[in-house]
């Protein structure tokens, strides 16, 4: 027996009134496909594709238009605290609490999830410390590099265990060498969690070094093109996927 | 996994200047006394020259200041001036709060209070004291009602600008935990709105000590206000700049705490070290 989608999209369209009263904005259009539970799945597209559009939809962050958005098996928005502690999202920056310290910023979730202090804490500083940042626990976020804010967010979406982990271009901020760096040792970590995780990225390089599965999509949010990357693809077989999604881009 | 070159903490802020770049001296800032002491001595240089009803000498009024903390009757009135201030405030904070809320939720209802509140600021505190007098009989609660009524708008607006300044990245990504309503309020709410509420209760509490006088002025049979109203019928100004002393001392007093406060909680804030 075929297990139920861990996400699925079914018909989903999603539009946005404009502020001056305007035609409505189409940022997602009869979007369809399910995703199965522990795939990594890299969803790329050009700039206002409806990515980010997209990824919220999944988070529960907005509502669909039209259609239904099923994660396990659950409405996200609807049913929003049925998912505490079981979705961790890693955005484009990084999002820290400037008041709270590094360690008190990886344990915003568990503490909102109810975790005893010293329990938590203990997670949060064991994260920090996987990602290289043992030692700044208590710094603020004025005191770290881009690159350690970063690291910071990564370590907050990943210390509560979320069966699912969505990621909105997480590298794009920083420079070449710091994003190469964290996204091998990112890579690792999807791996080692086992958790459903949805990455989206602007970067055709980074969805291929990262991604099982690839969704292309064209303006509004529609898939143009997909595929499935197997370990064992030769580098001829993936010139050739990296050529498609080119294609499909530029068109 | 090892931190990229150039990666590394910002460092402690240095300690020998504040964020105005004033030097401190065994952590007081020793420009505030020496202007302080400069105001004194051209104080004294008039008093020197000029009658001495208009201008009385500075050791006189620091006797005057003395037996005013010595004397129970005066200490008393000093305080029910301290706790009116305090009390108008509070409530003006806590009335301020729940009407800047829903006006932050809801622009319809924003549509009909705003207007409300700035016709209130257009009315002096001269006219809150009237209507005061005429409305209601006791004392405290005209004064409490005039504090309130003076001070509202100013806390709904700081309440509403601190409440809007939320940063919606932030929102998003606390949102995205699921956290309960009070989970948001104190992990993201009141963090946000904090700074806001600190600096409203220190503007606010220098309008709320001028405006405690005129109030006590009129109505009270003790206070600051009363005692200033004494002074000025026998004619005694080193009395009555005691007893303004007396109130410019609980203000720097309530904005020192404020500012410890402040201090305590806004530790996490950067500065840069040249000033703007």
């Not at chain 1, 989903?12 to 502020?19: D, E």
């Not at chain 2, 006189?60 to 004397?71: H, K, M, N, V």
């Not at chain 2, 939720?105 to 209130?120: D, I, K, Q, V």
């Not at chain 2, 206070?223 to 002074?231: A, D, H, M, W």
Request: hydrophobic share 45%; proline share 5%.
């Amino acid at each position: 027996m075929n297990e139920a989608p861990e996400i699925l999209f079914e018909r989903v369209s999603k539009t946005f009134a404009r502020a001056d009263g305007g035609t409505a904005f189409e940022a997602v259009r009869d979007l369809s496909f399910a995703i199965d539970r522990g795939e990594l799945v890299a969803i790329l597209g050009k700039t206002g594709c409806g990515k980010s559009t997209t990824f919220n939809l999944i988070a529960g962050l907005l509502r669909p238009t039209v259609g239904r958005v099923v994660v396990q098996g659950h409405d996200p928005y609807a049913e929003s605290s049925w998912f505490r502690g079981k979705i961790g999202i890693v955005f484009q920056n990084d999002r820290l609490m400037p008041w709270r310290t590094a360690i008190d910023n990886v344990a915003l979730g568990l503490e909102l999830n109810k975790m005893p202090p010293g329990q938590r804490l203990g997670v949060a500083a064991s994260w920090l410390a996987r990602l290289g940042l043992s030692g700044h626990e208590h710094d603020y976020p004025h005191a770290l590099s881009g690159g350690m804010r970063q690291r910071v967010s990564i370590a907050r979406a990943f210390a509560g265990k979320p069966d699912i982990l969505l990621c909105d271009e997480p590298f794009s901020a920083l420079d070449e060498h710091t994003g190469n760096a964290l996204r091998e040792e990112f890579r690792e970590l999807l791996r080692q969690t086992g958790a459903t995780s949805i990455f989206i990225t602007h970067s055709i390089e980074e969805a291929l070094a990262l991604g099982e599965r690839l969704m292309v999509f064209e303006r509004p949010a529609r898939i143009a093109y997909q595929t499935t990357l197997r370990a064992d693809m030769s580098e001829s077989e993936r010139e050739g996927v990296r050529g498609r999604i080119r294609q499909v881009l530029s068109g | 996994m090892a931190l990229d070159e150039g990666e590394g903490r910002g460092g402690p802020p240095p300690r020998t200047r504040n964020r105005l770049g004033h030097r401190r001296l065994g952590g007081f800032r020793y420009e505030g006394i020496v202007a302080l002491a400069g105001l004194a001595f051209v104080w004294q240089i008039a008093s020197l020259f000029v009658p001495h009803f208009l201008f009385p000498s500075v050791p006189e009024i620091g006797q005057r200041l003395f037996e005013i903390f010595t004397s129970w009757k005066s200490i008393s009135d000093a305080l029910a001036t301290s706790a009116r201030i305090l009390a108008g405030l509070t409530g003006a904070f806590v009335l301020g709060t729940l009407l800047a809320m829903p006006m932050a939720r809801s622009p319809a209802f924003e549509r009909y209070a705003y207007p409300l509140l700035n016709f209130n600021q257009g009315i002096p505190a001269l006219s809150w004291v009237v209507v005061a007098i005429i409305w209601f009989r006791g004392i405290e609660f005209r004064i409490f009602f005039i504090m309130v009524m003076t001070t509202l708008p100013a806390f709904t607006f700081q309440v509403l600008d601190a409440y809007r300044g939320m940063s919606k990245d932030l929102f998003e990504m606390t949102l995205a935990f699921r956290p309960s309503r009070f989970g948001l309020f104190r992990t993201l709410v009141w963090p946000t709105v904090l700074p806001g509420i600190l600096t409203a209760w220190k503007v606010n509490l220098g309008n709320a000590s001028r405006v405690v006088v005129v109030a006590e002025l009129v109505g009270a049979t003790g206070g600051v206000g009363y005692e200033l109203l004494q002074q000025q019928q026998i004619f005694d100004m080193a009395g009555a700049v005691a007893w303004t002393l007396v109130l410019v001392i609980f203000v720097l007093v309530v904005q020192g705490f404020i500012s410890l406060i402040e201090r305590h909680a806004l530790r996490y804030r950067a500065f840069a070290e040249h000033a703007l």
